[in-house]
């Protein structure tokens, strides 16, 4: 018997390949001589670096850039090889970096992120994956993009200062210090929303607030993030504010498609690519994935739906344990999630299912086989 254990992290308490250990035990309790195969999945945005590495032989690798608040910090990336490089954003402006009486969202700046990319290009890198996902800035890339050498700068000709906010004083753009190694580099994009950079659904209204900003500076940044959009569109010949997942990451990915042609692709079907999900889904019995909470958001290129389509496609049901079920979580039924059940065992406090969500995972995996076995025999 072939089970295949394929979830995602618990933010802020487990990470992916701690999810699916624990899992593994679960399911060992009750089935000990079956062949578990795990597979840590991510689906771009916070865990997929772990996730990429303990599925691979990526070589984990580390720098000092600057954090979204324009401090040192030490950020990892991994080296898969052959010209391949993984970088994952939230290692270097990430949201979880900064105590929230910390956050800014109107100077976080992702210039960080460029110094990790400068860090490929200097290991020879030819064709770098970004995960976009749980960043603290939203400033269009803007700040990625001076680190990569693009001159940003103001009616006085100053160079603009870091974060959203000063995009507005936006007055000119100059790729003539731009990394000349950047023209030979291949960008593919992992993302798990389809965000456009402004409006309504764009990244400051949809994630600004997540990130600190209040209703006046959600204003603020996506005038400025329009400004820069509209001036950009002028300099390429080509305008992406639009594009679906440009407003991922507070706009990193507008910068990656506009300035760096990068492609977009949906992060679970990269990280499944990197983690050798389809080969380990041949001949499996049935299949573990999960998140911290599975609800409608989960069918928009969340981990479940993406784990769930593959094994669909092979026939394999699929059992769903998550932190929480939340509103409309019912709808990935019919995509392929068989059952799903969340992992606490009663009323208890967030902090209590943090702690012990090992031993929870472990229990209600066992508890799940039991009742596949029951209806696999009958």
Request: proline share 6%; aromatic share 6%.
């Amino acid at each position: 018997m072939r089970i295949v254990i394929a979830p995602d992290s618990f933010k802020e308490s487990l990470t992916a390949p701690e999810v699916a250990n624990a899992i593994a035990e679960g399911v060992r309790d009750v089935l000990p001589k079956a062949e578990i195969v795990c597979v840590p999945m991510a689906d771009g945005g916070e865990g997929s670096l772990d996730a990429v590495i303990a599925a691979s032989s990526a070589q984990r690798r580390s720098a000092t850039v600057s954090d979204a608040n324009n401090q040192p910090c030490l950020a990892d990336w991994a080296w898969l090889g052959n010209g391949n490089a993984f970088i994952e954003i939230a290692t270097a402006a990430g949201l979880a970096q900064i105590p929230p009486e910390q956050r800014n969202p109107l100077t976080a700046t992702s210039f960080g992120v460029g110094q990790l990319i400068l860090q490929a290009l200097d290991a020879g890198a030819r064709h770098i994956t970004i995960g976009l996902g749980g960043s603290a800035c939203n400033d269009g890339g803007a700040g990625m993009l001076q680190a990569l050498g693009v001159g940003m700068l103001d009616a006085q000709g100053k160079d603009l200062p870091p974060g959203g906010a000063a995009l507005q004083q936006l007055a000119s753009v100059s790729l003539e210090a731009i990394d000349p190694r950047l023209r030979h580099v291949a960008f593919e994009i992992a993302m798990d929303v389809d965000n456009p950079l402004c409006g309504p659904s764009g990244a400051s209204a949809f994630f600004g607030p997540q990130k600190g900003a209040s209703g006046q500076q959600v204003e603020q940044l996506d005038a400025a993030l329009g400004h820069f959009a509209g001036l950009s569109a002028r300099i390429l010949g080509k305008d992406e504010q639009h594009t679906p997942g440009a407003g991922a990451a507070g706009g990193l990915g507008f910068a990656i498609k506009a300035f760096l042609n990068g492609s977009f692709r949906p992060g679970v079907e990269l990280l499944a690519e990197l983690s050798g999900l389809p080969q380990a889904l041949v001949g499996a019995d049935l299949v573990f994935t999960g998140e911290g909470r599975m609800d409608a958001q989960t069918l928009h290129g969340k981990t479940p739906a993406g784990v769930a389509a593959y094994a669909q496609a092979l026939g394999i049901p699929v059992i769903a344990i998550v932190g929480s079920l939340g509103a409309g979580y019912e709808a990935l039924y019919k995509a392929g999630i068989t059952a799903a059940f969340s992992l606490v065992p009663g009323p208890i406090t967030l902090a209590q299912a943090c702690k012990d969500a090992p031993q929870y995972l472990r229990q209600r995996a066992g508890d799940s086989v039991r009742i596949w076995l029951a209806g696999h025999k009958s």
